[in-house]
């Protein structure tokens, strides 16, 4: 594993402990550039990050971009419809 430079020896961390964290570490790297992209195009760039998401998931992304209810409304319709 990878430390600061002249660091003092740290505990071993388990390689499965590693994985664990890079893995979820992943998905809120989605989560942020999904809650972080434009409006136009959501749907799309749900679906492209957070290839697991359910219309749930989709809402509460919609929510966490504060977006008003008209307009997640309308985006999840647009999710609904590419979905099928």
Not at 71 to 81: L, M
């Amino acid at each position: 594993g990878g430390g600061a430079a002249g660091a003092k020896a740290a505990p071993a961390v388990p390689a499965s402990y590693s994985r664990l964290v890079a893995r979820e570490m992943g998905k809120c790297e989605a989560l942020l550039k999904v809650i972080l992209s434009p409006q136009e195009g959501l749907a799309e760039t749900f679906r492209a990050l957070l290839p697991g998401g359910s219309a749930a998931d989709f809402k509460a992304v919609c929510e966490l971009k504060g977006m008003k209810k008209t307009e997640a409304a309308a985006a999840a319709d647009e999710f609904v419809k590419a979905g099928s």
